[in-house]
């Protein structure tokens, strides 16, 4: 087994700590942090996490004549791999032209309601073939893994029918093998109506529940289920059929909630006790009260109401009532073209105040949770997989001062270097 050494960082985010529950109120702002700090890598796992001194020691009495590879972080923060818990990654196409039309003054719901957004997205996947799916998608993962993230949630839901649902669903899982960051795969058969369901909406969410759920079970092809539960597109009624079957086969549920219109979501998370609701801009304070007492893990993405030129999230209200929060870029053609994580970043703290430690503990941990991952990963502790990233910062802080830049140097996945300062060594 192979050894890797991060020597002398300036500090090191460990977010070690009581990880068997997503993190809540004043526990978001424990970073673990150890200044002057070493981390020490055997095979896919982290071996040892502490001062640099006991670092040096620890390679000195395991290293057994191995070599050792030694990464040198002097003047750096080194933190967990970051994990998105949002994203519709596997899609053909995009989308410029309608950032044009709304800033002519046309609505996101207007473009989708006259057969754009998510119905333009729909027809280009569903005429791309699985190759060309991998293809495109790949360089968004390029582009997620040189910032920082190494695991991602990715949603299918451009297919919106039964043969095109489960490509995107086999893209995810091509992918997953062959590329370095991680996807852990949603099935979103309920993203939105198709047009040839325009009638008769409810035969749809017959079609998503009875048919496509236990297709993609049999199949393994996913283990959470999603639906976007938002006026003109499925009722609170429908997402909970969704819902409730993707738990009958297994699938643990996640919601699309009171993005554009207060509309119940944040509830019906509570009641089907869903793993995550997600957007909730518009969400009750009712809807966040349950949400709190079911430990719902609010899923939030301030560059999407950044892109959508709205106001975001109400993340300080969120977590003074005790949920959990978990932050992400939503990277999809229409809403959020961008898998800039640490622009999320920037713009949770400037858009919606949450502090830089919450941040950071939003973007690991609670996102690892958000996703059923955080046994294995969100966090730097003896066990658990070598999930690291290197940025050119002095402090943690600093990520959310010098922003809108990427300051990552060096991405280890599972033990091994696949940015190093910046250049892939995988290829
Ligand atoms: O999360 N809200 C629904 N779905 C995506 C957008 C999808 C699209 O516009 O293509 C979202 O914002
Ligand atoms: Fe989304």
């Known amino acids: 087994m192979s050894?890797?050494?991060?020597?002398?960082?300036?500090?090191?985010?460990?977010?070690?700590?009581?990880?068997?529950?997503?993190?809540?109120?004043?526990?978001?702002?424990?970073?673990?942090?150890?200044?002057?700090?070493?981390?020490?890598?055997?095979?896919?796992?982290?071996?040892?996490?502490?001062?640099?001194?006991?670092?040096?020691?620890?390679?000195?009495?395991?290293?057994?004549?191995?070599?050792?590879?030694?990464?040198?972080a002097a003047g750096k923060t080194v933190a967990p791999g970051l994990v998105d818990p949002h994203?519709?990654?596997?899609?053909?196409?995009?989308?410029?032209?309608?950032?044009?039309?709304?800033?002519?003054?046309?609505?996101?719901?207007?473009?989708?309601?006259?057969?754009?957004?998510?119905?333009?997205?729909?027809?280009?996947?569903?005429?791309?073939?699985?190759?060309?799916?991998?293809?495109?998608?790949?360089?968004r993962l390029d582009r997620f893994l040189q910032h920082g993230v190494t695991t991602i949630e990715a949603k299918s839901g451009y297919g919106l029918r039964m043969e095109d649902e489960l490509k995107q669903l086999r893209v995810a899982r091509t992918l997953n093998d062959r590329h370095p960051v991680e996807l852990v795969s949603t099935f979103m058969g309920a993203h939105a109506v198709p047009r040839e369901y325009k009638a008769d909406p409810d035969a749809y969410v017959r079609l998503v529940a009875e048919e496509m759920i236990p297709a993609v079970a049999r199949e393994g092809l996913a283990e959470f289920c999603d639906v976007f539960c938002e006026e003109d597109v499925f009722t609170p009624e429908q997402s909970r059929i969704v819902l409730e079957a993707g738990k009958k086969w297994g699938l643990k549920p996640k919601i699309h909630a009171d993005e554009?219109?207060?509309?119940?979501?944040?509830?019906?998370?509570?009641?089907?006790?869903?793993?995550?609701?997600?957007?909730?801009?518009?969400?009750?304070?009712?809807?966040?009260?349950?949400?709190?007492?079911?430990?719902?893990?609010?899923?939030?993405?301030?560059a999407t109401a950044f892109f959508l030129m709205t106001k975001p999230a109400e993340a300080r209200k969120m977590i003074e009532a005790g949920v959990p929060v978990a932050l992400s870029t939503d990277?999809?053609?229409?809403?959020?073209?961008?898998?800039?994580?640490?622009?999320?970043?920037?713009?949770?703290?400037?858009?919606?105040?949450?502090?830089?430690?919450?941040?950071?503990?939003?973007?690991?941990?609670?996102?690892?949770?958000?996703?059923?991952?955080?046994?294995?990963?969100?966090s730097l502790e003896p066990g658990k997989q070598a999930d690291v990233v290197l940025f050119d910062a002095p402090n943690y802080l600093y990520l959310q001062y010098h922003y809108a830049v990427n300051l990552v140097e060096t991405v280890i996945k599972k033990g091994r270097p696949v940015l190093l300062n910046g250049k892939r060594t995988d290829r």
């Open 331 to 378: 990277r999809n053609p229409g809403s959020c073209p961008t898998e800039s994580l640490p622009f999320v970043m920037n713009l949770a703290c400037l858009t919606m105040r949450m502090t830089p430690a919450e941040v950071l503990t939003a973007c690991t941990i609670n996102a690892a949770h958000a996703i059923g991952r955080a046994d294995r990963i969100g």
């Open 87 to 139: 994203t519709h990654v596997v899609f053909a196409g995009s989308r410029e032209k309608e950032l044009d039309m709304r800033l002519r003054g046309a609505t996101y719901m207007e473009i989708m309601n006259a057969g754009g957004g998510i119905h333009y997205s729909t027809e280009r996947t569903r005429e791309a073939n699985e190759d060309q799916l991998v293809r495109e998608t790949e360089k």
């Open 260 to 302: 554009i219109v207060p509309y119940g979501g944040a509830e019906l998370a509570a009641e089907v006790g869903a793993v995550s609701a997600e957007h909730l801009l518009r969400a009750s304070d009712e809807g966040i009260r349950a949400m709190a007492a079911k430990g719902v893990i609010a899923v939030l993405l301030p």
């Open 3 to 72: 050894i890797v050494y991060i020597r002398n960082a300036a500090q090191v985010v460990t977010m070690a700590g009581p990880n068997d529950k997503p993190r809540t109120g004043a526990a978001m702002g424990e970073l673990g942090i150890v200044e002057g700090g070493g981390v020490v890598l055997e095979g896919e796992r982290i071996a040892f996490v502490g001062t640099d001194e006991e670092a040096a020691r620890y390679v000195k009495r395991h290293a057994e004549g191995r070599e050792v590879a030694v990464i040198d």
